[in-house]
Nanobody, 114 residues
Framework: QVQLVESGGGLVQAGGSLRLSCAASGTIFEINVMGWSRQAPGKEREWVATIITDTKTNYADSVKGRFTISRDNGKKTMYLQMNSLKPEDTAVYYC????????WGQGTQVTVSS
């Protein structure tokens, strides 16, 4: 099992930036895929981005060109750099790791004011 802890959320004005971090521990050698999802109030959780290798990444259309997913294997940490934030990006952001099972972090709140 993998334990994940997100950090870096907060309140930012529209057009601003935030960087989320996701620190992993446990059986990280079993991880094949890591990524981010988000859940806005009253909405279902939606996928945001995935990283498989340092050069193989995928993004939801709603964040493409604004968000960048990356990871530092030495620090066992994944990041989500979020630029040009919009009020519709307001949500709780969750990181996940997929290996034998899919494990989730507890979430970090991102609020973008207009």
């Amino acid at each position: 099992q993998v334990q994940l802890v997100e950090s870096g959320g907060g309140l930012v004005q529209a057009g601003g930036s935030l960087r989320l971090s996701c620190a992993a521990s446990g059986t990280i050698f079993e991880i094949n895929v890591m990524g981010w999802s988000r859940q806005a109030p009253g909405k279902e959780r939606e996928w945001v981005a995935t990283i498989i290798t340092d050069t193989k990444t995928n993004y939801a259309d709603s964040v493409k060109g604004r968000f960048t997913i990356s990871r530092d294997n030495g620090k066992k940490t994944m990041y989500l750099q979020m630029n040009s934030l919009k009020p519709e990006d307001t949500a709780v952001y969750y990181c996940y790791a997929r290996g034998r099972t899919t494990d989730w972090g507890q979430g970090t709140q991102v609020t973008v004011s207009s």
